[in-house]
């Protein structure tokens, strides 16, 4: 049995377009971030998602109301991942075919970047050097001020992944989650057994989700 994983970034948020350490700070969508919604949209369209995964800050679900306005549907956010929408008796018979459940969880949001979230990246370059900075933003273990490393957002994302998306994907399930850089790249990380060295130079493109075939107990990246 054969099952689908996307993953989506979430378009440009306005502290993105400011440059802006923005963490777990709840900025939105630039309006860049808005078009850049809208084409990823028109690629995630291919697939019949089962169900949606996202975390707890708006620009990922900015990013997500546009990918489900491209496909007709209506997201129904659900707060525990084993939790499903119950149509009513009386509803519309062709509404259970436009409901698709979305599951959020903080476990998805952001890297929090703790000291430096608000502040402009040179004016942070230029208090600590732009050598430090470089570590804290691509490391693997650097962690800023009362932040995290990438190796934190690993620790709290993959037992995520572990226990609430494989056990689907081995049902055959088609999932899609809509996400953040850095907990994206943790999550490329483990699907792909990428080494803690190599991890800094791994990015999510714009615009482009990405897509794994799970089958026989192995995933695979398609895209």
């Not at 291919?46 to 209506?74: C, G, P």
Request: aromatic share 8%; with cysteine.
């Amino acid at each position: 049995m054969k099952g689908i994983l996307v993953i989506v970034r979430h378009g440009q948020s306005r502290f993105n377009e400011l440059d802006i350490f923005t963490g777990w700070l709840d900025v939105p969508l630039s309006e860049k971030g808005i078009r850049e919604a809208h084409k990823v949209a028109k690629h995630c369209k291919n697939f019949d998602y089962d169900a949606i995964f996202t975390s707890h800050l708006k620009r990922a679900h900015e990013t997500l109301a546009v990918i489900l306005s491209k496909q007709n549907k209506i997201g129904v956010f659900q707060h525990q991942s084993d939790k499903k929408y119950d149509i009513p008796d009386d509803a519309n018979p062709h509404l259970s075919k436009k409901i698709i459940n979305v599951y959020t969880d903080r476990a998805l949001n952001e890297r929090a970047y703790g000291a430096l979230q608000g502040m402009n990246k040179k004016k942070v370059a230029e208090i600590y050097g732009k050598l430090q900075v470089l570590k804290w933003r691509r490391g693997f273990f650097d962690r800023p001020p009362h932040g995290e490393s990438l190796k934190d957002v690993y620790d709290r994302v993959v037992p995520y992944i572990e226990k609430v998306i494989i056990p689907r994907l081995k049902r055959g399930e088609t999932n899609l989650i809509v996400g953040h850089g850095n907990t994206l790249r943790a999550v490329i990380k483990f699907l792909e057994n990428i080494g803690d060295d190599k991890i800094s130079f791994v990015n999510l493109p714009l615009g482009h989700p990405l897509v794994y075939e799970y089958k026989d107990g192995v995933i695979e990246r398609t895209d």
